[in-house]
């Protein structure tokens, strides 16, 4: 389920140890959130930055509409993924065509929200980039950054964090000290009764001032516990401390931490040491199985001792198939550095096997799709993205040259992973990793599925200009295949490419040819079942309402006998819309209603929006007007999100108005826009009780305002009507409001759909008659 559009508040983590400390930084980084729009936390590695943000987002939780939301950065290597690991954490969806930043923006447009960008140095430009995009765009969010080095921007706020307070030398008080509070607390974890003591309590001093306070080195130390004494710790380390002084700057500090990292190293046996090394190209969580293939053999013993010395986290993870394991971000660091001292062959062999670990991970799980556990491999897949766009980085990157597989093993995973990026809508996830085919290996550009697939992503998204060519160069090239679905497939997607552009009769003949030869020689994936459907659909248009209920039904029995979900829940939908159209309202509303319990577990937003405008057909027909109009503005906040075409044709826009204008109709106006705007501003859970029956659709209160179909209107929407209404054109919308014009343009026309007008000079009388700002 899609997270802000569920009425989820927050992604933040539970604690898992105790917070220690932080008196003073946290009512002053509370503070600078309240009175600045983008606050980083900087400092050096370790030196708890991280923790430090957490709790603050947790204690302002409840200040923000829209909660807090922690996007963790560590796992990104590509600056131009940026804004699509935003917006996944969000759960903000991936259909929408252009740029990945100017969609986010839209989106974010009305929310109020902390974002707080977690480990931004490696990704510092980007992030700044991004942070001056969103801000202007987004009136109502607030960045919180952690950060080695500040971003940058002019309206930076910056906040230093440095390590836990001190005790001083022959300090009698030293047990109160925050250094020292943390490394007790960290080794009665490790050594259950380890306990301050008149005998052991200057030591303790002094090993927190030789590790000069840094929380991760303390916890590193306190470890050590469990195999010598706290005496022992401070001995060891001081004649490796010796020679760095006392840490003053940041750049000691970072020294002292690496100095830290490095005598935990040097403790590791030599396969903890190797172990370390090779587990540094994971780029973020991993299973036991994936650590094996890579690493080798054996390697789970090896893994819990790592675990044990705090190198490597641990937790359990039911989505990606029980236990997780990741590195700190500092030990990731120093591990991909011994990794790289091995040589580049060496360290190429190793991202190799991540490559291919993940590869075949992508090929079970298409194998999977058409099984009952179809909805547990596509979550399955969403665990592992950080991973999986790793190994195809890898794989067209030169890297790959000096291990085996090069491109061909990145061409083959895109066609693996090309069913779950369409029945997930992650389109520009999708083409992005085509286009960096096309372009650092030519030789994708004669690779059939590849052509087939940017040219079907292409066309999901509306682009129908760059997936045309494709498709044509695709149907060259699956012409003299024999041995896979592929003509099949293409000769679908040039079906789509004619449906959406109004061709009935072309689409049509496609459809037919497509499922013919998938009927012959067997449905590969789910995105062939949905063949059904889309032959449905034109049969629809084309009142063949019963051959389109037959398709259907052929699908979903083919779909039991698979246990597949996805294309079942879109053949009941298409059955629906067959009903409805047959006058049989009540089975219609049982489809739909079927339909999105599938869609909901799969968070196919796109469907859930059809299904919303098929009820509010349906209930339109039997007189439930009050709860059609909810489910009306319910699915206007979806399609406004998607910013994606609803691609079902010009009919299909047609219809859905008509029932719009009958509802507003036997409401009055007033009414009508009071309980679109209640389903506009409902979270989609609530949105999914009105349409099972379980919420009421009660308008809010009418008041005495003539026309309150501002209720209906998000803010940003409210400040533009007042712009519009005082002459100013789009174009001078955007740039007073640090806009681009596509996004006025589409705040306008939500505008007058919302509205039912037509025309500036309505809209302007409107707001004129209100007589209130906006």
């Given amino acids: 389920m899609a997270a802000l559009t569920s009425g989820q508040r927050n992604n933040l983590p539970a604690e898992v140890t105790r917070f220690i400390g932080r008196r003073r930084e946290l009512p002053a980084i509370a503070g600078a959130v309240e009175r600045h729009r983008l606050v980083t936390l900087r400092g050096a590695g370790g030196v708890g930055k991280t923790r430090l943000a957490l709790r603050v987002a947790a204690d302002l939780r409840d200040s923000f509409a829209d909660g807090c939301w922690l996007v963790q950065l560590s796992p990104l290597q590509s600056p131009a993924l940026l804004a699509r690991t935003v917006a996944e954490t969000l759960g903000l969806p991936d259909e929408a065509a252009g740029d990945a930043p100017e969609v986010l923006a839209r989106n974010l447009a009305e929310r109020e929200l902390l974002l707080v960008l977690d480990t931004c140095e490696h990704l510092t430009e980007a992030c700044a980039e991004l942070a001056a995009l969103l801000l202007p765009a987004a009136p109502g969010l607030r960045i919180l950054a952690t950060s080695r080095s500040p971003l940058g921007l002019a309206d930076e706020h910056t906040v230093l964090i440095t390590p836990l307070d001190l005790p001083a030398a022959d300090d009698p008080t030293a047990a109160h000290a925050d250094a020292v509070t943390l490394f007790v607390d960290r080794a009665r974890a490790a050594v259950p009764d380890f306990a301050l003591s008149r005998e052991n309590t200057s030591a303790v001093a002094e090993l927190c001032r030789r590790l000069d306070g840094i929380p991760l080195a303390l916890e590193l130390a306190a470890v050590r516990l469990r195999g010598m004494p706290v005496e022992e710790i401070l001995a060891r380390l001081s004649d490796r401390f010796r020679v760095l002084g006392a840490a003053r700057t940041s750049t000691d500090r970072h020294r002292t931490l690496r100095a830290a990292v490095s005598w935990s190293y040097e403790l590791c046996t030599s396969a903890e040491q190797k172990l370390w090394a090779e587990l540094s190209v994971f780029p973020g969580g991993f299973g036991l199985a994936a650590a094996e293939y890579v690493c080798g053999p054996g390697t789970g013993e090896t893994l819990r001792r790592l675990t044990d010395k705090s190198v490597v986290q641990f937790s359990p993870d039911a989505a990606a198939e029980g236990d997780r394991y990741q590195l700190l971000d500092t030990m990731r660091e120093f591990g991909a550095e011994l990794l790289n001292a091995a040589g580049a062959a060496a360290a190429a062999r190793v991202r190799a096997r991540h490559r291919d670990y993940y590869l075949g991970l992508a090929e079970r799980a298409a194998a999977g799709s058409m099984t009952a556990g179809q909805t547990a491999w596509l979550a399955r897949l969403g665990a592992e993205t950080a991973n999986l766009r790793v190994a195809l980085d890898f794989s067209f990157t030169a890297q790959a040259a000096e291990a085996p597989g090069g491109a061909s093993a990145g061409l083959r995973m895109m066609r693996r992973l090309l069913p779950y990026w369409l029945m997930t809508g992650q389109f520009?996830?999708?083409?992005?990793?085509?286009?960096?085919?096309?372009?650092?290996?030519?030789?994708?550009?004669?690779?059939?599925?590849?052509?087939?697939?940017?040219?079907?992503?292409?066309?999901?998204?509306?682009?129908?200009?760059?997936?045309?060519?494709?498709?044509?160069?695709?149907?060259?090239?699956?012409?003299?295949?024999?041995?896979?679905?592929?003509?099949?497939?293409?000769?679908?997607?040039?079906?789509?490419?004619?449906?959406?552009?109004?061709?009935?009769?072309?689409?049509?003949?496609?459809?037919?040819?497509?499922?013919?030869?998938?009927?012959?020689?067997?449905?590969?994936?789910?995105?062939?079942?949905?063949?059904?459907?889309?032959?449905?659909?034109?049969?629809?248009?084309?009142?063949?309402?019963?051959?389109?209920?037959?398709?259907?039904?052929?699908?979903?029995?083919?779909?039991?006998?698979?246990?597949?979900?996805?294309?079942?829940?879109?053949?009941?939908?298409?059955?629906?819309?067959?009903?409805?159209?047959?006058?049989?309202?009540?089975?219609?509303?049982?489809d739909a209603l079927a339909c999105l319990r599938i869609k909901e577990r799969l968070g196919d937003l796109h469907t859930i929006a059809m299904s919303f405008d098929l009820l509010s057909l349906c209930l339109v027909a039997t007189g439930d007007v009050e709860r059609a109009a909810v489910l009306h503005g319910a699915s206007e906040k979806l399609w406004t999100l998607l910013n994606a075409p609803v691609l079902m044709g010009p009919a299909y826009a047609e219809i859905r108005k008509s029932s719009v204008d009958t509802a507003r109709g036997a409401l009055g106006e007033e009414r009508f826009d009071a309980l679109v705007g209640q389903g506009y501003t409902a979270s989609l859970s609530v949105a999914l009780a009105v349409a099972r029956g379980e919420a009421a659709a009660r308008p809010p209160a009418v008041t005495a305002e003539p026309r309150t179909g501002a209720k209906a209107l998000t803010r940003r929407e409210r400040e533009i009507a007042e712009l519009v209404a005082d002459g100013l054109g789009n174009r001078d919308i955007a740039e007073r409001l640090y806009l681009s014009k596509r996004t006025v343009d589409s705040h306008v026309e939500h505008v007058f759909t919302k509205l039912g007008f037509s025309s500036r000079a309505q809209l302007t009388a409107w707001v004129l008659e209100r007589g209130e700002p906006a």
């Fill in 428 to 590: 520009t996830e999708g083409r992005r990793w085509h286009d960096l085919a096309f372009t650092v290996a030519p030789q994708s550009r004669d690779d059939a599925w590849a052509v087939f697939g940017a040219g079907v992503l292409a066309v999901q998204q509306g682009d129908f200009a760059t997936g045309g060519p494709l498709l044509t160069r695709a149907t060259a090239l699956a012409a003299a295949r024999t041995d896979d679905d592929l003509p099949a497939h293409v000769t679908d997607a040039r079906g789509m490419l004619a449906f959406y552009s109004g061709d009935l009769a072309t689409a049509q003949a496609e459809f037919e040819v497509a499922l013919a030869i998938d009927e012959r020689a067997g449905f590969g994936d789910p995105t062939a079942l949905v063949t059904y459907s889309r032959l449905a659909s034109v049969c629809l248009l084309t009142f063949e309402i019963d051959r389109a209920v037959k398709l259907c039904e052929e699908c979903i029995r083919r779909c039991d006998e698979l246990g597949e979900q996805w294309a079942r829940g879109t053949a009941l939908w298409t059955r629906g819309a067959a009903r409805w159209l047959s006058g049989d309202n009540a089975a219609a509303i049982e």
